[in-house]
């Protein structure tokens, strides 16, 4: 991160910045620690409904983690080209990371009002509860990422790559490699491991 | 940080992506798939936070590592003391009827702390 700011001024503040952030994703891990231990007690609790094997759609759980791992890597071309001082390769790589994590969040609602759609609903079983809690959850915050991605883009595509916007981007692209690495568990502990128990 | 940082972590991710799908889904039934998830999704948590999130790479008081391994620590007391304590319960308790289970309750109630 350190030859990102000029002045040692603007590099102490962004490493304590950096360090704020980091502890909020810290207590965000805890957050989804409880809503994993959650779904780890209820996963067998289904009410006489499905289980996980018989309503997952595996190739398409594979195609969403596919395209959150990709867009993680475009996010860090964004990073890279911060770095840089070259602004349309960071608004390039904003937009496709945008992109898809849009695609990955329309993809989960699709996934969900399916279920819904079907009669396995949150409030179905134990186990749809705590499974629609901990993959919405997850989708909640990559929404919320998107949100923040757009405010950023446009921000930097009419300003310019400033100091404050440098911090910003910096922060964000933290916020979406963790999600990335939560859904990595999300896409084991439920998808995979369902599967398999 | 540099380009080629960012692709190996990427390949590697993927790598290890599709040998964890392929493994749970085509081989579902094997005795050790378990053992295999688990340390696939452990490597490939060491790979993301090593090239995305730049744990390690701290100068100065490593305060970033330090909150890490408070929050594994933490992490790992909440899901494995949940899921220990309520298998554990689970295990006593499901052999009864909800009629024992209430006197079963409501015996140990009297019983006080």
């Known amino acids: ?37 959650t779904f780890a007690v209820l996963r067998g609790a289904t009410a006489g409904g499905p289980d996980g094997a018989e309503i997952y759609e595996m190739p398409v759980v594979l195609a969403e983690t596919i395209i959150l791992l990709t867009s993680s890597f475009t996010c860090g071309m964004a990073l890279l080209g911060m770095m840089a001082k070259n602004t349309k390769q960071v608004l390039w790589s904003l937009v496709a990371t945008f992109l898809l994590g ?6 989960e609602v699709a996934e969900f009002a399916k279920l819904i759609a079907e009669g396995h609903g949150p409030q179905a079983s134990a186990f749809l509860s705590a499974f629609f809690t901990l993959v919405g959850t997850h989708g909640l915050h990559v929404s919320v990422g998107l949100l923040w991605l757009i ?41 995979l491991m369902g599967v398999v128990v | 940080m540099t380009v080629s940082h960012y692709v190996t972590g990427f390949i590697l991710s993927l790598a290890l992506t599709l040998m964890a799908y392929y493994v749970a889904v085509y081989h579902p039934t094997h005795s050790l798939v378990l053992l295999i998830l688990v340390v696939l999704a452990i490597t490939q948590l060491a790979v993301q936070l090593l090239y995305f999130l730049h744990l390690g790479e701290e100068v100065g008081p490593k305060l970033k590592q330090l909150s890490f391994w408070f929050m594994a620590t933490s992490l790992i007391i909440i899901v ?34």
């Open chain 2, 80 to 113: 494995v003391g949940s899921v220990w304590i309520m298998s554990n319960l689970n295990e006593r308790m499901m052999h009864f009827s909800p009629q024992e289970k209430t006197e079963y309750m409501l015996r140990e109630y009297d019983k006080g702390f």
């Open chain 1, 1 to 37: 991160m350190s030859s990102v700011a000029e002045t040692p001024e603007q590099k102490h503040l962004l490493s304590k910045t950096t360090i704020g952030f980091w502890l909020y994703l810290m207590t965000d891990c805890l957050l989804f620690a409880t809503l994993f231990a």
């Open chain 1, 102 to 107: 849009l695609a990955f969040v329309v993809i």
């Open chain 1, 151 to 191: 405010i950023i883009g446009v921000l930097i595509w009419k300003r310019g790559l400033t100091s404050k916007l440098t911090r910003s981007l910096t922060l964000f692209a933290l916020f979406w490699h963790f999600l990335d690495l939560i859904w990595i568990f999300v896409f084991t502990v439920v998808y």
